[in-house]
């Protein structure tokens, strides 16, 4: 794994997780991701892969963003600062949306849970993170200024926003640690964890995209059921204080099922498997969400947000993302150019040979005319030109 394109790191040395010595002590090889020394791998990029399709993997992914929002109107401004509908969020759920520039282009993708009324966790992108920090106060004063009067005219006079309405943004990155567990044996992992009390929605009554509290070893955890590889999974977030014991009760707990820590290698073939964007990959600030086929996300009929105005000007994009999947062992890899007979119509954004599907599958972008399921492609893979059939994201479902 590399450094996402388009991606900059947020730290000018790389740091390490609170896990270090744990990672260390696997055998980890670590590589510089957002500016953050991450385990690549602890051995065999197949067998962690393998682990999380068929039992379970233990992702430490500390290195992610973690922003509280909360107090005040903390759900009409998210409604302003990312393009969902934040506010219909029920309490316990969670929603995937994106944090937008003014042009409409794709400053990160990140996951909101709602905790409560007025708290949010917002999680980004490692390598975004200044850049989100930075929309999100920009956004927050933006806010303020348009509703100081917005409201006037619907209240029959002016309802300027006072302190107590103004939701207040913290980033809690540096003081927290996030590990995810992720596979078909997952739940059952997490149950058997000692330490872990949880105290709210029980995990077996927990629904897709939705979290819960708890806590571990008398301190708060918050877990959620969501993750990035196309199976089941939690991800529990904790005080740095507790990440070694949490990561070692849960390497225990799951030994008999066969849970094994997992590197950000087997993370991108899972996610690629999944039909999931990466940022710096698929996702970048020169994207709009339509192009990337986000359109969906984009909640149009809001009465306003950053980037909403661009959008609903802003042409049909001539190219699209899709998936594409050839035959043989060689894949397609990120900058490969992909063609329509001997015409350029695109170029590879993520590839992989397959471990779960067993042959080549990548993500890539091509012309509008170029993108329908089924049409007959090749990509030049070190000048020799691959057959390519472009397919329906994503490539893998797990069975439920």
Request: proline share 6%; net charge negative; glycine share 10%.
């Amino acid at each position: 794994m590399s450094e996402p394109r388009g991606a900059e790191p947020d730290h000018a040395e790389p740091v390490y997780t609170a896990l270090r010595e744990r990672h260390e002590a696997h055998g980890a090889a670590f590589t510089d991701f957002g500016g953050w020394m991450m385990p690549v791998r602890y051995g065999s990029d197949l067998a962690e892969h393998r682990a999380v399709r068929e039992t379970a993997g233990l992702f430490d992914i500390s290195h992610m963003a973690q922003f509280w929002v909360h107090d005040g109107r903390a759900a009409d401004f998210l409604d302003y600062a990312l393009a969902g509908r934040i506010s219909a969020m029920p309490v316990g759920k969670a929603k995937y949306s994106l944090v937008l520039a003014d042009d409409g282009g794709i400053v990160d993708d990140v996951i909101v849970y709602r905790t409560g009324v007025s708290y949010f966790l917002v999680v980004a992108n490692a390598a975004n993170r200044t850049a989100v920090a930075g929309a999100l106060d920009a956004a927050l004063a933006a806010w303020k200024r348009v509703h100081a009067f917005l409201d006037g005219p619907l209240r029959g006079d002016f309802a300027f926003v006072v302190g107590a309405e103004v939701p207040r943004v913290e980033d809690v990155s540096d003081q927290t640690s996030l590990l995810a567990v992720q596979g078909p044996r997952a739940r059952e992992i997490v149950e058997a964890t000692a330490g872990i009390e949880i105290t709210g929605t029980p995990l077996a009554e927990l629904p897709y995209y939705a979290s819960t509290g708890g806590a571990f070893e008398k301190q708060p955890l918050f877990v959620a059921r969501t993750g990035y590889t196309g199976e089941d999974g939690f991800e529990l977030l904790v005080p740095n204080r507790v990440a070694v014991p949490l990561w070692d009760a849960l390497l225990a707990a799951g030994e008999p099922s066969g849970l094994v820590p997992a590197g950000l290698a087997a993370r991108d073939t899972l996610r690629l498997e999944a039909g999931m964007p990466l940022y710096g990959h698929e996702l970048s600030r020169d994207m709009v969400p339509e192009e990337a086929g986000l359109g969906r996300v984009v909640a149009l009929d809001k009465a306003d947000f950053i980037g909403k105005a661009a959008l609903e000007t802003a042409a049909s994009p001539a190219r699209v993302l899709v998936g594409l999947t050839s035959q043989g062992k060689r894949a397609g890899r990120a900058g490969y150019a992909v063609f329509d007979a001997d015409t350029p119509v695109g170029e590879v954004t993520s590839g992989a040979l397959s471990p779960t599907l067993q042959h080549p599958i990548a993500m890539a972008y091509v012309s509008r005319e170029a993108s329908a399921p089924g049409t007959a492609l090749t990509i030049d893979v070190r000048g020799t030109r691959i057959p390519a059939t472009v397919t329906a994201l994503p490539f893998y479902r797990r069975k439920k």
